[in-house]
């Protein structure tokens, strides 16, 4: 049987299946624009991680509200650990502690 997510949209509190949202990539990322070297640009457009274990990713609410947020999620056991606003900027520090938690040392590996 396979395994889907269920996450949590904290923009507009629905739950619902991954297949009623869109997935957007790692989040957190460093965005170079105008004046930045070719180098920044290309590592910004062409390099991310793609961890085993704890992982950010950017979603979209596409059959709800519309809006992105951020997911924080392990990729092996598809445990959903928060969902979050996306006009953060890292992490918040409750939902570090909550991975901690749940994954101790798992900071050590990123």
Same mark, same amino acid.
């Given at each position: 049987?396979?395994?889907?997510?269920?996450?949590?949209?904290?923009?507009?509190?629905?739950?619902?299946?991954?297949?009623?949202?869109?997935? *957007?990539?790692?989040?957190?990322?460093?965005?170079?624009?105008?004046?930045? @070297?070719?180098?920044? %640009?290309? #590592? &910004?457009?062409?390099?991310?991680?793609?961890?085993?274990?704890?992982?950010?990713?950017?979603?979209?609410?596409?059959? *709800?509200?519309?809006?992105?947020?951020?997911?924080?999620?392990?990729?092996? @056991?598809?445990?959903? %650990?928060? #969902? &979050?606003?996306?006009?953060?900027?890292?992490?918040?520090?409750?939902?570090?502690?909550?991975?901690?938690?749940?994954?101790?040392?798992?900071?050590?590996?990123?």
């Amino acid at each position: 049987m396979d395994k889907m997510l269920t996450l949590t949209c904290p923009c507009c509190n629905v739950t619902a299946e991954e297949t009623e949202f869109h997935a *957007g990539g790692e989040a957190h990322l460093k965005r170079f624009g105008p004046g930045s @070297s070719d180098d920044e %640009f290309e #590592s &910004y457009l062409f390099t991310r991680k793609n961890p085993k274990g704890v992982h950010f990713e950017r979603w979209r609410h596409n059959n *709800g509200c519309g809006k992105w947020f951020h997911v924080a999620r392990c990729t092996t @056991s598809l445990e959903v %650990f928060a #969902s &979050y606003p996306a006009q953060t900027y890292a992490p918040p520090e409750d939902i570090l502690v909550h991975i901690d938690t749940r994954r101790p040392g798992w900071r050590a590996k990123t």
